[in-house]
């Protein structure tokens, strides 16, 4: 049995859980949301400040109701990379300290694995390889997980993340941040085919006129949104919000949808795991369950509440590198970017 604490600091969350093997004890968040709502985003430095706020009387109150004490925590795992730099020192800083005074290990955990890992809360007898459609805030990727640890890009988007797009539309449909929920729950009463929406090829520029399999491209869809919004206020009529946002997220998910199953049947991948803020997403999550199904394949969507961000995801990725004896150096620094692909430069 391998238990840790982690901490989760890279963007507007702090989050403080205790996860054991991948049972979670106690799992507290901190929303910062109602304080980003009124500039429209996440402030770097406002979001920093809070999470020094924040941070210590969350992990007093996580370790308290997980029921164990000091001598049963094995490890402190901790966001390192990627996200606001700002943002992860608070929690690396305060990992560090934990790990000093407590004589425990530090474990750097990669944001974007423990999104994957989110997935063990649910499945905790998984085993690699599988495909992971990675779905949040700041990226979009098809990867290949060869084994624990072993990563392989195998598509990307060109230029919008998926939730990135999720939240410039709901913008544009007068929606609150984050755009994402919202533009799902306004979405249930529009209808989804009302508008037809471009899908958003990428050119394979190699000089033919092929497509590239799994890569995305969510520009355009955005500008045709941008275009329908302008044409119904040129003319003075009221927003179909519903329809609008309706048949944009049904074109999100008909998109990641496709691109997915394409990668996972060309890759003999018989299970994909989907993760990330854009996995809590209502109607990605019944498309690729049922086309998945019908070919075959198995989709894992994490536990609605685990999809965004969270530090019991953390403590998941956190303990697979505890039982697999990876440790992180008390040298470890924070990183805006590093690929997933990266991941084991974390560990000495
Ligand atoms: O993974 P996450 O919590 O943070 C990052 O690591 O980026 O993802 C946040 C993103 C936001 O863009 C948000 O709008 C989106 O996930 N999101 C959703 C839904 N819930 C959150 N997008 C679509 N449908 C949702 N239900
Ligand atoms: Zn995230």
């Not at 939730?163 to 929606?175: H, Q, Y």
């Not at 890569?215 to 206020?233: H, N, P």
């Not at 049947?265 to 498309?287: F, P």
Request: with cysteine; hydrophobic share 45%; aromatic share 6%.
């Amino acid at each position: 049995m391998v238990a840790v604490l982690a901490i989760e600091t890279s963007c507007d969350e702090t989050s403080v859980a205790v996860v054991e093997n991948y049972q979670v004890h106690s799992n507290l968040v901190a929303s910062q949301i109602d304080l980003h709502r009124q500039y429209g985003g996440v402030v770097p430095e406002v979001a920093s400040r809070q999470h020094v706020e924040t941070l210590n009387p969350l992990i007093a109150d996580a370790l308290a109701q997980s029921g164990l004490g000091w001598d049963q925590i094995d490890g402190i795992a901790v966001t390192c990379a990627p996200g606001l730099v700002g943002a992860l020192l608070v929690g690396l800083t305060a990992a560090k300290t934990l790990a000093l005074v407590h004589n425990k290990p530090l474990v750097g955990v990669h944001h974007l694995e423990g999104h994957l890992y989110a997935a063990y809360l649910s499945e905790p007898e998984l085993k690699p390889p599988f495909l992971y459609l990675l779905v949040s805030g700041g990226h979009t990727s098809l990867i290949a997980v060869r084994d624990h640890g072993l990563y392989e890009l195998l598509g990307q988007t060109r230029d919008d993340a998926a939730g990135e797009a999720f939240d410039k539309v709901a913008r544009l449909l007068g929606l609150e941040y984050p755009g994402g929920p919202a533009i799902d729950r306004v979405a249930h009463e529009g209808n989804p085919q009302a508008f037809a929406l471009p899908e958003g090829k990428v050119s394979l520029g190699d000089g033919s006129r092929n497509f590239h399999p799994y890569d995305t491209s969510f520009s355009g869809l955005k500008t045709a949104m941008l275009r329908l919004v302008q044409q119904f206020e040129r003319e003075g009529k009221p927003l179909p919000v519903a329809d609008l946002a309706a048949s944009f997220q049904e074109t999100v998910a008909r998109v990641l949808t496709k691109r997915t199953l394409a990668c996972a049947l060309d890759h003999d991948l018989s299970t994909i795991i989907a993760g990330g803020g854009v996995a809590a997403n209502s109607r990605l999550r019944s498309q690729l369950t049922q086309a998945a199904a019908e070919r075959g394949v198995k989709v894992i969507f994490p536990p609605l509440k685990f999809c965004t961000d969270n530090a019991a995801m953390i403590g998941c990725a956190g303990v697979m590198h505890l039982a697999q004896g990876h440790v992180s150096p008390l040298t470890l620094g924070v990183q805006s970017r590093l690929a997933l692909t990266q991941v084991m430069s974390l560990y000495s």
